[in-house]
């Protein structure tokens, strides 16, 4: 069964308005998941690496304040994007980490696509 | 820094093919290597995995190994069906600012025709 799920799997939104995308853990506790973005046709992205308890990490070039992600619990993160413009419009995913003996695994959700008109 | 090159896609074949999806790395250290699958409409699953040279990951008929001489981790399947239609992933895991983080390449559109 999944082991990643988000919600919702897709939306439409007008440019301006702010769109808040969840990814949860259903089998584990995360105390770590990474946010991506894919756009058509290409490979996925790292924007952000979330932290349960703490903020969250972006990568180069990654707004902060206009990606704003939330790691409230150990099985909850979400990421809104604030004054959503067009060149928003993505295809979002979300990963958890799962420790496995001295390694560790990824779980990606089924991902997010967003439209903003 | 750490990379992933992919054969660049789409790849078409028929079924009973045999598929070969190349893929080399640019890493410094030891990193793992993953093949990841997308079906249409779905997340990323896990294929097969290969955490140190010549190691060899297989999952579903797929397989891949961990080429440390050539910095290679190629896709390889005997017998392709309809239902691997899919795009794959050649991906590994990098150290980068201290934190473990997965590196992807750009993704191969496969499709098999019955």
């Given amino acids: 069964g999944a082991v990643v799920s988000q919600h919702p799997s897709w939306v439409i939104c007008k440019s301006g308005t702010s769109v808040k995308i969840e990814c949860r853990s259903l089998d584990f506790q995360a105390t770590t998941m990474f946010w991506y973005r894919q756009f058509p046709k290409q490979?996925?992205?790292l924007m952000a690496t979330s932290n349960e308890g703490s903020k969250a990490t972006y990568e180069q070039g990654v707004e902060k304040d206009k990606f704003l992600i939330n790691h409230a619990s150990l099985t909850l993160s979400t990421l809104t994007v604030t004054s959503a413009h067009p060149e928003d419009s993505?295809?979002?995913?979300?990963?958890?980490?799962?420790?496995?003996?001295?390694?560790?695994?990824q779980y990606f959700g089924p991902g997010t696509r967003l439209t903003v008109t | 820094g750490n990379s992933v090159t992919q054969m660049e896609g789409p790849v078409t074949l028929s079924?009973?093919?045999?598929?070969?999806?190349?893929?080399?790395?640019?890493?410094?250290?030891y990193p793992s290597l993953f093949w990841y699958?997308?079906?249409?409409?779905?997340?990323?699953?896990?294929?097969?995995?290969?955490?140190?040279?010549?190691?060899?990951?297989?999952?579903?008929?797929?397989?891949?190994?961990?080429?440390?001489?050539?910095?290679?981790?190629?896709?390889?399947?005997?017998?392709?069906?309809?239902?691997?239609?899919a795009v794959y992933f050649c991906a590994l895991t990098s150290i980068i600012q201290g934190a473990q983080k997965l590196v992807f390449g750009q993704g191969t559109r496969l499709t098999i025709n019955p």
């Fill in chain 1, 43 to 45: 490979s996925l992205m």
């Fill in chain 1, 90 to 105: 993505s295809f979002y995913i979300c990963s958890v980490r799962k420790l496995i003996g001295t390694g560790n695994e």
């Fill in chain 2, 15 to 29: 079924e009973e093919a045999f598929l070969t999806i190349n893929c080399t790395y640019t890493a410094t250290g």
């Fill in chain 2, 37 to 85: 699958v997308q079906y249409p409409g779905e997340g990323l699953q896990l294929l097969l995995k290969a955490t140190k040279a010549d190691d060899k990951g297989s999952n579903k008929g797929f397989e891949a190994t961990y080429r440390k001489e050539t910095t290679s981790f190629h896709l390889e399947k005997g017998s392709v069906q309809v239902s691997d239609s």
